[in-house]
């Protein structure tokens, strides 16, 4: 059974930083393209960052320079490192998965070509 299990997550203040993690099972992590997206309250999800097929990083422009995406083949496991945390970061956050012969490029930021989906985390910036 393919599953991606989140951890991380909380309550952080204004520019602290945070680490999301994303272990998958029935899947080698490393062989897919994979993302991270969030849905703040009353807002649309959105792509935060991805790794494409050409193993490829994407950021949003909200996001770019403070955060970053990186996976661990050994442990299979997808990270989302966040600095500098702004209040706007306030939101759920779900990792993603998708087979490398899906998306292409840039497309790895679009929410509706993943197949697998964590659970999500709560991430929420406050003083």
């Known amino acids: 059974q393919l599953q991606l299990v989140q951890s991380g997550g909380g309550l952080v203040q204004p520019g602290g930083s945070l680490r999301l993690s994303c272990v998958a099972s029935g899947f080698t992590l490393d062989d897919y393209v994979v993302g991270w997206f969030r849905q703040g309250p009353g807002k649309e999800r959105e792509g935060v960052s991805c790794?494409?097929?050409?193993?490829?990083?994407y950021y949003s422009a909200s996001v770019r320079g403070r955060f970053t995406i990186s996976r661990d083949k050994v442990q299979n496991t997808l990270y989302l490192q966040m600095n500098d945390l702004i209040p706007g970061d306030t939101a759920d956050y779900f990792c993603?998965?998708?087979?490398?012969?899906?998306?292409?490029?840039?497309?790895?930021?679009?929410?509706?070509?993943?197949?697998?989906w964590g659970q999500g985390a709560q991430v929420t910036v406050s003083s």
């Open positions: 993603a998965a998708s087979p490398p012969a899906g998306p292409r490029g840039h497309e790895c930021m679009g929410s509706w070509v993943y197949d697998y």
């Open positions: 790794i494409s097929e050409a193993r490829d990083a």
